[in-house]
Structure formats: structure tokens, C-alpha cells
Nanobody, 118 residues
Framework: QVKLVESGGGLVQSGGSLRLSCAASGRTFSSYVMGWFRQAPGKEREFVAVVTWSGGSTYYGDSVRGRFTISRDNAKNTVYLQMNSLKTEDTAVYYC???????????WGQGTQVTVSS
């Protein structure tokens, strides 16, 4: 079992930046692909980004590509999401996820709220 704990959410103005962090428990962090999803009120959960085991490959959802960057530090068991040029439509609860392969996420964090004001 892997426990994921997100941090770094908060309130930011449109055009600003935030960096989310997700700390994972356990000694097998590098065995998992890690990613982020988000869910805004009244909307379906949306894929944001994923990074492969060693960090060699990253993939992004269309709405964040070019503005967000996912990265990981396997020595610290942590995955990051750098969010730049934030828009009001980025307002959502952001969830950290992990799994053995892309598309299959067995572990979910509790979520962290990101609110972007106009």
C-alpha cells in the first residue's frame, strides 16, 4: 500500500503560479508512474499529467499542456506539479495518483484545493 499526501494548494490570482507536491510513503516509489488529476465542482474528473518511473517521459492533458510541468524526485519519494499562467478554469481539487502503468492508478491522495481568482 502506498499513501499519497498532497500539499501546496491555495488561492492565487489569474496568471500566477503554484507548485503542488505529493509525498509518497513506502520504498517502492520508483516502481510507480505518478500523476495528477483534478475535479472542479459539477464537472467530471480530468487527467492533468503523468510522469513515468524514472521521469523520462511526461504526458499532459490538452487544457494544461504548455503551462504545467510534472516532475519527480525518486530520492525524496515526491512528485511535483508546477503550474504557471493559471486561469480561473484551473480551479479544482487536485489529486495525486500512482500506479504500475499509465492509465491504471491504484493509489489516490486526499486532494488539495487550488483556487484561481480573476
Amino acid at each position: 500500500q502506498v499513501k499519497l499526501v498532497e500539499s501546496g494548494g491555495g488561492l492565487v490570482q489569474s496568471g500566477g503560479s503554484l507548485r503542488l507536491s505529493c509525498a509518497a510513503s513506502g520504498r517502492t516509489f520508483s516502481s510507480y508512474v505518478m500523476g495528477w488529476f483534478r475535479q472542479a465542482p459539477g464537472k467530471e474528473r480530468e487527467f492533468v499529467a503523468v510522469v513515468t518511473w524514472s521521469g523520462g517521459s511526461t504526458y499532459y492533458g490538452d487544457s494544461v499542456r504548455g503551462r504545467f510541468t510534472i516532475s519527480r524526485d525518486n530520492a525524496k519519494n515526491t512528485v511535483y506539479l508546477q503550474m504557471n499562467s493559471l486561469k480561473t478554469e484551473d480551479t479544482a481539487v487536485y489529486y495525486c495518483v500512482g500506479g504500475l502503468k499509465i492509465g491504471r492508478y491504484d493509489f489516490w491522495g486526499q486532494g488539495t484545493q487550488v483556487t484561481v481568482s480573476s
